[in-house]
C-alpha cells in the first residue's frame, strides 16, 4: 500500500500547501481510481500522520518548508536521512510529521513503511491567509504531477 499524507496549516497561507496537495490528489484519485493507494490531509496532527502510514508499504509526506532559500523550491528528501534527526518529542504539541516517522518505525518495527519519501516546498508566505503564493502554487503543481505519475506507475487502475 502506497500512503501519500499532506501536512500543513491551510490558515497559514503556504504552510497549507500539503495539505492542499494532498487534498487534489484526492480529487483526482475520485475519477481515476486506483488501488493499493491512499492519501490524507492530516493538517499539523503528527500522530496522525504516524497511525495513517502503519501497514504501508510506502510513505510520501508533503509539506512546507522555510529554511531562507527560493520561494518554491522543491526539496525530495529519503526517508533514509530522516532517520538520523535528534530525539523525537513526545509532548503532542511538538509532535510533527518528522516525529512520526522516527517514531512509527520504532513502535511499529515491519507494520510502518520503509520506504519513505518528503516533498518539500519552500514558503514564500508564512502569514494568516488562505491562498498560496504564485511561486510556491507552481511547485504545488509540479509536486502533484509527479505524485500522479508515482501513482499512475506502482498502483493498478481500477476498470470497475
Known amino acids: 500500500m502506497l500512503t501519500i499524507i499532506g501536512c500543513g496549516n491551510l490558515n497559514r497561507s503556504d504552510d497549507g500547501v500539503g495539505a ?3 487534498r487534489r ?6 475519477t481515476n481510481s486506483y488501488t493499493n493507494v491512499q492519501v490524507f490531509d492530516c493538517g499539523t496532527a503528527g500522530m496522525e500522520v504516524m497511525f495513517q ?8 509526506v508533503i509539506d512546507a518548508s522555510s529554511t531562507d532559500s527560493e520561494a518554491g523550491a522543491i526539496y ?3 526517508g533514509k ?4 534527526l535528534p530525539e523525537p ?6 509532535f510533527r510529521w518528522d516525529n512520526a516517522i522516527a517514531v512509527g518505525k520504532e513502535i511499529f518495527h515491519d507494520d510502518f513503511p520503509q520506504d519513505v519519501t518528503v516533498y518539500l516546498i519552500e514558503a514564500e508566505n ?8 504564485s511561486r510556491v502554487e507552481r511547485a504545488a503543481e509540479k509536486v502533484l504531477s509527479e505524485l500522479i505519475e508515482i ?8 476498470t470497475n
Open 89 to 94: 518529542s513526545y509532548n503532542l504539541h511538538d
Open 53 to 60: 502510514a502503519r501497514g504501508s508499504t510506502s510513505l510520501i
Open 151 to 158: 501513482v499512475a506507475r506502482e498502483s493498478k487502475l481500477c
Open 126 to 133: 508564512l502569514n494568516l491567509g488562505l491562498t498560496l503564493s
Open 20 to 22: 492542499i496537495v494532498a
Open 76 to 78: 525530495k528528501v529519503p
Open 25 to 30: 490528489l484526492q480529487r483526482w484519485l475520485q
Open 81 to 84: 536521512i530522516l532517520e538520523k
